[in-house]
């Protein structure tokens, strides 16, 4: 079934080609744009640049564009270090997963020390061909564990702020009606679904929640048809984890709580908070370890958690004056109790069912 599968899972026996490509276009754009990069699908040999003092050389494989919610977090990030003068960046975007090993094996022949990417749909090509590079340090996106010797994985463990806007959700809503609109009910998805589910049930114990799957990572027109469904069934705040969730709830004049980013600039008075992602935590440790010769393949994961700053909740900018104060204070006492490991928000990969 498919809420047991993770994401490497459900694209291996789903439509692998299509749905890893729109995977990581989750809420973001799909069109690409001009860019600084090297692109090795489309040059026949990228040529690692000269490293200058103690930079290292950094390479990136994405199968989007780096305008994309989910890896303009890891561009951004990479970006920061280069700006630091702590390496040298290039990176490939919108590589097909047909030619994302031949992508990476380019760059890891070209001298690159750091390689970065998304393995969701290629697993078992990453795992194979990462050994045969002992001198390269691999990070990349996965839902499996880390191998031996050098392959480490990360994902976007962004449950804790999510049961934050929780909190706001269950305490802005009035007619204690919850509309959540998510792609698939895949581990990566639910748990942040299912975090920000037991965040609304702290404030309103009775809240009701209307959880929908689109069946896709991109369909901005049918997330916004399920949204309106949810609406017209009594939700006065919706949950957007896709795009078009909050143009719905902008039509209707209610609110909206987004993820990964924040989208409040675009969405000034219906994104009331955003469950935000950051990878400079995972970037920074990565570089750190291959500068000193101590990278392993470990779990990355834990480093989106908000005790490494990996993650966060947004300021409430526009509604700053608009959600109650003593709301907002339950809000910051449970996120000073994350921040101290007094309080944990649990990880739930099942997935979330309507309650209405």
């Not at 031996?148 to 999510?162: K, M, Q």
């Not at 006065?236 to 004049?253: H, N």
């Not at 000193?292 to 393949?297: K, R």
Request: charged residues 20%.
């Amino acid at each position: 079934m498919v809420h047991n599968f993770n994401r490497r899972q459900f694209l291996i026996y789903g439509s692998a080609g299509l749905a890893t490509s729109l995977l990581l276009k989750a809420c973001g754009n799909s069109a690409p744009t001009d860019s600084a990069a090297t692109d090795p699908a489309a040059t026949s040999s990228p040529t690692a640049p000269p490293a200058t003092g103690n930079r290292i050389k950094v390479a990136a494989v994405y199968t989007v564009p780096t305008e994309q919610q989910w890896v303009s977090r890891i561009h951004k990030a990479v970006n920061a270090a280069k700006d630091r003068g702590e390496v040298e960046y290039v990176w490939s975007e919108s590589v097909s997963n047909t030619d994302y090993e031949r992508v990476m094996r380019q760059y890891a022949e070209a001298g690159h020390q750091l390689i970065i990417g998304e393995c969701f749909a290629v697993e078992k090509a990453c795992r194979t061909f990462a050994p045969e590079y002992p001198n390269v340090a691999f990070l990349v996106g996965s839902s499996g564990k880390p191998a031996e010797p050098n392959l480490a994985v990360f994902d976007n463990y962004i449950h804790e702020p999510s049961y934050l806007t929780g909190m706001i959700a269950g305490g802005m809503t009035k007619s204690k009606v919850i509309g959540m609109v998510g792609g698939y009910p895949i581990p990566e998805v639910n748990r942040l679904m299912n975090a920000f589910m037991a965040g609304a049930q702290e404030i309103t114990p009775d809240v009701k929640f209307l959880v929908t799957f689109i069946g896709s990572w991109f369909d901005p027109p049918k997330a916004k048809e399920a949204a309106f469904a949810q609406i017209d069934a009594g939700a006065d705040i919706l949950y957007a984890e896709r795009f078009g969730v909050a143009d719905a709830a902008k039509e209707r004049q209610i609110l909206a709580i987004g993820n990964v980013i924040d989208t409040q600039k675009d969405y000034p008075e219906t994104v009331v908070a955003s469950a935000l992602w950051h990878m400079e935590p995972t970037i920074d440790r990565a570089v750190a370890a291959v500068k000193s010769g101590s990278f392993t393949p470990e779990d990355y994961g834990q480093y989106s958690y908000m005790k490494h700053k990996g993650s966060s909740l947004s300021d409430l900018g526009t509604f700053k004056d608009r959600v109650p104060q003593d709301l907002q204070a339950l809000v910051q006492e449970r996120q000073e109790q994350i921040l101290a490991g007094s309080f944990t928000v649990k990880v739930d990969d099942n997935e979330p069912k309507s309650t209405v």
